[in-house]
C-alpha cells in the first residue's frame, strides 16, 4: 500500500482522469475532493466566482480527514490544492501524503475546459486558477510532470516516480 496520493493541478489539467485512473492501477480507493466541497463553495463556483481561502479551509480540512481515514488498499485523492499553505492543511491531518503536480498548457486546458459541459467550474475561473497556483517546493513530498501524453503515458511516469511501498 502506497501513501495516500492527491492528483492536483488547475482545473482541466486531468486530476479525475488520472487520479481514477492510477487508483484502479493500484488497488486504490478514489475520491475526487470535488464533491467534498460544501454547497456554497459550489454555489459560488458555479456563478464564476473565485472561492476565498476563508472558503477553501473547511474544504481542505475535510480533504485531509479522508485521507487521513483507513483505507485497506490505500487512497488516491484528485483535488487542485494550488497553494503551499493548502497543501500544508492538507498534510496536518494526513503527513505521509504524496502531491503528483500535473502541469498542461494553457491553451490545451482551455481547451478541455470548452469541451467540459455540466462541470460547476467555469472556463472563465482558469486564469484565478493560473495566478493561484504555487508549484510543488523541493521539500513536499511528491513530484510534478506534464500530463498532456494521455492518461496511460503520464499514469506510468507517476508509476515510475513513486517510492515503492515498505
Known sequence: MHSP?????????????????????????????????????????????????????????LVGAELSAPHEQGIVVACSALKRAYRDAIRAAAPSTTFILLNVNTLVLEKRLVQRPGHFMPAALLASQLETLEPLEADEAGMSLTSEDGVGETMERILAGLVPPR
Do not use: I
Open 5 to 61: 496520493l492527491v492528483v492536483m493541478g488547475v482545473s482541466g489539467s486531468g486530476k479525475t482522469t488520472v487520479g481514477a485512473a492510477l487508483a484502479a492501477r493500484l488497488g486504490a480507493t478514489f475520491k475526487d475532493a470535488d464533491g467534498l466541497h460544501p454547497l456554497p463553495n459550489v454555489e459560488k463556483m458555479t456563478a464564476g466566482v473565485p472561492l476565498t481561502d476563508e472558503d477553501r479551509w473547511p474544504w481542505l480540512r
